[in-house]
C-alpha cells in the first residue's frame, strides 16, 4: 500500500507596502469621512457615507485583496477585481518583465500582489557584475566590505517567479481548466457608492 503524498500549506505571497498603505489609506478615509459624518451639515454627511461607500472597497481592492496563493494542485491569483485560480499543468508561462504575469492556455494573467521594482533589479544586476569582474561588492555606504553579501543577488520579484516556476514544473501533471470569480463583494458596493456620489453631486 502506497502511503498518500503529504499536503502542505499555500504558500502566499503578498505586497508588504501595500498592505501597509492599505491600512494608511483607510485609516484616513475612516477619519477625514467620519468627521464628515458626525459633523457634517445639509447633504455633506449623505454625500461621505456614499464616497465611503465607493472608496472603502476600492482601497481594499487594490492594496488588501491582491495576494497569491502557490498549492500543491494549483495557483490562485486573487487580483483587485477577480480571482483567478490554475491548475499547474494549465500554465505555459510565468514571467517578470514590468510586471509579473502568468500566461495559461493561451491567456495573460498579471499577479498584482507581486511588484515589479527596476531599482531592486538594477541593484542586483550591479552586485552581480562586480561578483563576475573580481571586485568586492558594494557595503552600506557603497564601499567594499567583507561584511557585505558575496553571494549573488536577485530582486524579489525576480526570486518569487523563480519560485512559482519550480512549483508549476514540479506539479506539471497538476491537470485542469482556469476558472475566474468575479469579486462581486467588492464591484457591487462600490459601484453603487459611485453611483449615489452621481447622483448627489448632480442633484446639487
Known sequence: MTSP???YADRCYRSGGALAGGV????LAAWLGGDALLRGEGRTPAVAAAALLCAVPLIV????RPAVYAGAERLRVRN???TITLPWGSIELIRAAY???VVADGVKYQLWSIPVSLRERKKANRHNQRLESGRPP???LGLGSVDADQGPRQAPS???VEELRELAERHAKKTGT???RWAYEIIAPAAAGALALAVLLLTA
Open 80 to 82: 483587485p477585481f477577480r
Open 61 to 64: 481592492a487594490f492594496t488588501l
Open 138 to 140: 558594494r557595503g552600506v
Open 99 to 101: 510586471s509579473c504575469e
Open 158 to 160: 525576480d526570486r518569487t
Open 24 to 27: 494608511l489609506l483607510l485609516g
Open 178 to 180: 482556469p476558472t475566474v
Open 5 to 7: 503524498e503529504p499536503v
